[in-house]
């Protein structure tokens, strides 16, 4: 059986061999004739290029013959045409420069001032091209300024003590824009009964009652936000602060918190320093606002609490008026009776004066009518020199102007009584 197998695969092998001889031979019958047509095809191509050169060259030589016979009888035409046109053009040829002329006169007007137009405009623009770039190179330098400003204050604010310094400059500068600095009703740093609660400012209110301003609002998670390269990290912080924000409201909601403070108040205040701050806790947290309300705690950023401490120092000044009413109400009926009575002097000044006239034009009366008639009968008898004249006296007429308000008359009983 093995003989058999051997002898077969021997077969085959010898087939495979007179195969490939065979293939190989017809490889080698092929290449050749390849070359030979290759051979032969370049032979026809030297010979179709030779071919090629001897036909241009007659083709020249002909064609250059009869270009030159060709060009000469053109030449000998067109001097004969152009010979007979000559004449006739030459007189037409100033006219029509003149036309022409004309014609185009305004039209290089025109374009004389369109060139100027465009040189200012393009003057223009280039000048308007520097103050963009000198605009944009402010803007850059500006904002990178800002940028590194940013950067340094967010710093800053991620250091408790700064930050914590930071709000309190916010909430004074807060208090002295609504003129509550340096009152009764407010006070910094205070601290519960229990010594564990250390709001920010208590602000008094009339019937001893107070308000609870609390400025710690945690600001990490916003500060990280503003810094966060990505987009959903960003996002992810700001749900963190607004989550903070809550939590704080709901710490100052707290009945341990109210119970603290002697007397209870009546609303605690969460000073957010900024509105940025408070509009991104709003913005990923909208009931933020009613969860306040309903802890007692109202969120107040700079403007609403300007607001909120102006409407309680107003509240204070009515307070101090009712408390004055009464004060102010004698004050205004002692200064009446005290116009009166200053009135009462007046109106015997007056008549005194009336008297005193009276008894003037009297006196006049009498010295005109029995002292100076004998006097003069002096001069007329020659007696006394003649540049000394008696003097004219002259009574008088204005009487003192009566007071006419009711308030300022007094009885006649009144009238002569001493001043």
Request: hydrophobic share 40%.
């Given at each position: 059986?093995?003989?058999?197998?051997?002898?077969?695969?021997?077969?085959?092998?010898?087939?495979?061999?007179v195969?490939?001889?065979k293939?190989?031979?017809?490889?080698?019958?092929?290449?050749?004739?390849?070359?030979?047509?290759?051979?032969?095809?370049?032979?026809?191509?030297?010979?179709?290029?030779?071919?090629?050169?001897?036909?241009?060259?007659?083709?020249?030589?002909?064609?250059?013959?009869?270009?030159?016979k060709?060009?000469?009888?053109?030449?000998?035409?067109?001097?004969?045409?152009?010979?007979?046109?000559?004449?006739?053009?030459?007189?037409?040829?100033?006219?029509?420069?003149?036309?022409?002329?004309?014609?185009?006169?305004?039209?290089?007007?025109?374009?004389?001032?369109?060139?100027?137009?465009?040189?200012?405009?393009?003057?223009?623009?280039?000048?308007?091209?520097?103050?963009?770039?000198?605009?944009?190179?402010m803007?850059?330098?500006?904002?990178?300024?800002?940028?590194?400003?940013t950067?340094?204050?967010?710093?800053a604010?991620?250091?408790?003590?700064?930050?914590?310094?930071?709000?309190?400059?916010?909430?004074?500068?807060?208090v002295e824009?609504?003129?509550?600095?340096?009152?009764c009703?407010?006070?910094?740093?205070?601290?519960?009964?229990?010594?564990?609660?250390?709001?920010?400012?208590?602000?008094?209110?009339?019937?001893?009652?107070?308000?609870?301003?609390?400025?710690?609002?945690?600001?990490?998670?916003?500060?990280?936000?503003?810094?966060?390269?990505?987009?959903?990290?960003?996002?992810?912080?700001?749900?963190?602060?607004?989550?903070?924000?809550r939590?704080?409201?709901?710490?100052?909601?707290?009945?341990?918190?109210?119970?603290?403070?002697?007397?209870?108040?009546?609303?605690?205040?969460?000073?957010?320093?900024?509105?940025?701050?408070?509009?991104?806790?709003?913005?990923?947290?909208?009931?933020?606002?009613?969860?306040?309300?309903?802890?007692?705690v109202?969120?107040?950023?700079?403007?609403?609490?300007?607001?909120?401490?102006?409407?309680?120092?107003?509240?204070?000044?009515?307070?101090?008026?009712?408390?004055?009413?009464?004060?102010?109400?004698?004050?205004?009926?002692?200064?009446?009776?005290?116009?009166?009575?200053?009135?009462?002097?007046?109106?015997?000044?007056?008549?005194?004066?009336?008297?005193?006239?009276?008894?003037?034009?009297?006196?006049?009366?009498?010295?005109?009518?029995?002292?100076?008639?004998?006097?003069?009968?002096f001069?007329?008898?020659?007696?006394?020199?003649?540049?000394?004249?008696?003097?004219?006296?002259?009574g008088?007429?204005?009487?003192?102007?009566?007071?006419?308000?009711?308030?300022?008359k007094?009885?006649l009983?009144?009238?002569?009584?001493?001043?």
């Amino acid at each position: 059986m093995s003989y058999f197998v051997g002898l077969f695969f021997a077969l085959l092998a010898v087939f495979f061999y007179v195969k490939w001889q065979k293939v190989r031979e017809e490889n080698i019958y092929l290449r050749a004739r390849e070359k030979e047509q290759r051979k032969a095809s370049e032979e026809k191509l030297a010979l179709l290029g030779a071919t090629q050169e001897k036909l241009a060259q007659a083709f020249k030589a002909l064609s250059s013959e009869a270009l030159e016979k060709s060009n000469a009888s053109f030449l000998q035409l067109a001097k004969e045409t152009l010979g007979k046109f000559q004449e006739k053009a030459t007189g037409d040829l100033e006219k029509r420069q003149q036309s022409i002329e004309h014609v185009l006169k305004p039209v290089k007007e025109s374009l004389t001032k369109l060139d100027q137009g465009m040189q200012a405009i393009e003057k223009e623009r280039k000048g308007e091209q520097e103050s963009l770039k000198m605009q944009l190179k402010m803007m850059t330098e500006a904002e990178k300024e800002l940028r590194s400003e940013t950067s340094t204050l967010v710093k800053a604010l991620r250091m408790p003590i700064v930050r914590g310094r930071w709000g309190e400059m916010q909430l004074r500068r807060v208090v002295e824009l609504a003129g509550m600095v340096n009152h009764c009703d407010f006070y910094e740093q205070e601290t519960g009964e229990s010594g564990s609660v250390r709001p920010d400012v208590i602000v008094k209110l009339p019937g001893e009652k107070q308000v609870i301003v609390d400025a710690k609002t945690p600001c990490e998670a916003y500060l990280e936000a503003i810094q966060a390269e990505s987009e959903d990290l960003k996002q992810e912080k700001f749900k963190h602060h607004a989550r903070q924000v809550r939590q704080h409201v709901m710490a100052l909601g707290k009945k341990s918190y109210w119970q603290s403070f002697q007397p209870t108040p009546e609303f605690v205040v969460l000073f957010i320093p900024s509105d940025n701050f408070f509009s991104s806790a709003l913005e990923f947290d909208p009931s933020l606002i009613e969860v306040g309300v309903e802890q007692g705690v109202i969120i107040a950023t700079p403007t609403t609490l300007i607001g909120l401490l102006r409407a309680i120092a107003y509240g204070w000044k009515q307070d101090s008026l009712s408390k004055h009413a009464e004060e102010v109400s004698k004050l205004g009926h002692e200064l009446y009776k005290r116009i009166t009575d200053m009135g009462e002097h007046w109106a015997k000044v007056g008549r005194t004066l009336a008297s005193s006239v009276d008894a003037y034009n009297k006196a006049v009366g009498s010295l005109e009518t029995r002292v100076l008639v004998s006097a003069r009968k002096f001069k007329e008898m020659g007696a006394a020199a003649r540049s000394i004249e008696c003097a004219s006296l002259e009574g008088i007429d204005r009487v003192p102007r009566e007071l006419q308000a009711d308030d300022m008359k007094i009885p006649l009983d009144k009238v002569d009584a001493p001043l």
